[in-house]
């Protein structure tokens, strides 16, 4: 009896066959559901943090000083996205020599939608302008949505004997080196529209810089400078008084203030197509259902007829549309205008 005693108690220490497979059985189901757990917490993770957000004051990061394009711009955006989001959305100012600590700050913030960052098309020329920035423009901030694009005018002198883009082109090479064009300041989109239709046109003409945009418009008023690439709403009035000749657009449609004006590839310059835009990023990271809730918030924001029209006063066009198209325009923007950039050696001084 007692043979047979320790006889069971030894075989208990080993399972059957069939205990074993039951209990393996377990295992997998264990790490099968341990497995699903883990690839379910991302999506459980960011619709918790959606149902939460926002659970604070919202900052949106403008890094220029207050008073410009991109602040007022973002001061409209703010205000709309307050009463949607149910809570305060402010407007951070945070000045930094070309944006890049401002935005620098943001990318490092923590990614849950409480701190986003403004942006004009700076963001995508700085790539090619700094090539050591802290941030990547495109890996370290996830795209929210497109604002807002701003066309130009190519306006010259009434002086200037030229009624069409085909017309200044010819005259242009006529007098090789003898009229100017305002560039605004170095880096700027106004510059780089000028260097770009030197290159499209193959024309010779001369850059004039100007430290801020105030005096350019007296000057190409006052035939000191021959033309320029000038935002719509400040040349639009001067225009329809005769005082300058619009020749064309330089979007890729023609514009509501100015629609008798051709655009610049209607008027047979290839490709040409230039305009300020601004948008809104949040770092890298932030949860896709927080990205969805401010893009569906912002989009709505921009379709409200006041919004349209107070942007539309400011010389600009309001969009909307999927973060992908913010991340599209700004890898485009790299990629078009670093090649100009490189081409035309330019340095910021």
């Not at 305002?182 to 004039?208: C, N, T, Y």
């Amino acid at each position: 009896m007692r043979r047979q005693c320790r006889y069971w108690l030894y075989c208990a220490q080993f399972p059957t066959k069939r205990q074993g497979a039951e209990a393996n059985m377990k295992k997998r189901f264990a790490a099968g559901l341990l497995v699903m757990l883990v690839s379910m917490t991302p999506a459980v993770t960011s619709t918790f943090a959606a149902d939460l957000y926002p659970s604070k004051v919202v900052r949106l990061v403008v890094a220029f000083p207050p008073g410009g394009a991109t602040d007022a711009l973002a001061r409209i955006v703010a205000q709309k996205l307050s009463g949607r989001l149910g809570q305060q959305v402010i407007v951070e100012n945070r000045p930094s020599p070309s944006g890049i600590g401002g935005s620098d700050s943001v990318a490092k913030s923590t990614p849950d939608g409480h701190t986003l960052l403004f942006i004009p098309s700076l963001h995508a020329t700085n790539v090619s302008f700094f090539p050591n920035l802290p941030y990547d423009s495109i890996k370290d901030f996830a795209p929210v949505s497109l604002i807002a694009t701003s066309p130009y005018v190519l306006t010259v002198n009434p002086g200037v004997p030229a009624k069409s883009v085909k017309e200044l082109i010819a005259h242009l090479k006529q007098r090789p080196g003898v009229l100017n064009i305002s560039a605004s300041a170095i880096g700027s989109p106004q510059h780089l529209a000028a260097e770009l239709f030197k290159r499209s046109a193959d024309v010779d003409i001369v850059l004039v810089h100007y430290k801020g945009s105030g005096a350019i418009l007296p000057d190409l008023l006052a035939g000191r400078v021959s033309l320029a690439f000038e935002n719509q709403a400040v040349v639009a009035p001067s225009i329809k008084s005769g005082s300058l000749a619009g020749l064309a657009v330089t979007a890729p449609e023609r514009s509501q203030v100015l629609p008798d004006l051709p655009t610049m590839v209607e008027s047979g310059v290839d490709g040409f197509v230039v305009v300020g835009w601004f948008g809104v990023l949040a770092p890298a990271q932030t949860p896709p259902d927080v990205i969805r809730r401010l893009n569906a918030e912002i989009s709505a924001s921009m379709q409200e007829p006041d919004v349209r029209e107070r942007v539309q006063t400011m010389g600009m066009r309001p969009l909307s549309g999927p973060p992908t198209d913010l991340r599209d325009w700004i890898t485009r923007e790299i990629a078009v205008w670093g090649k100009v950039i490189r081409e035309a050696g330019i340095r910021l001084q």
